[in-house]
């Protein structure tokens, strides 16, 4: 299953202008929020989530939080997807694939999982 997103970069950036913080950490855990150096890579890690539920065919919310979905960063600084324990058994995911850019004022982000 493969899926895609794409988020406004200012879109992210007003809308932690206007929230501060409360807003990375609806969406962001502790261990993300510490690759987060400028507004790019939270918009990156919305589309990235929001990629990740389109490619189990969910959306989030109920059954997928943004806390299902780990965004983390291999040696090579690439960007990982993990899904919960209980997404990865509910939905047979062997293993998943994500990538992630940024241009023209939007992030954009693609998600590839085998299914088991």
Same mark, same amino acid.
């Given at each position: 299953m493969i899926g895609i997103d #794409?988020?406004? #970069? *200012?879109? #992210? @950036? @007003?809308?932690?202008? @206007?929230?501060? *913080? @409360?807003f990375y950490n609806r969406f962001l855990d502790e261990e993300e929020k510490e690759f987060v150096k400028k507004v790019e890579t939270a918009a990156g890690f919305w589309a990235a989530k929001e990629a990740a539920s389109k490619a189990i065919g969910v959306e989030i919310g109920e059954i997928c939080g943004f806390y299902d979905i780990k965004i983390k960063k291999d040696k090579k600084n690439a960007p990982k997807i993990k899904y919960s324990k209980f997404l990865r058994k509910k939905f047979k995911i062997k293993k998943s694939h994500l990538s992630i850019t940024h241009d023209g004022g939007f992030a954009i982000a693609v998600v590839a999982n085998k299914i088991k």
């Open positions: #794409i988020v406004s #970069i *200012d879109r #992210i @950036k @007003k809308m932690h202008e @206007k929230f501060g *913080d @409360k």
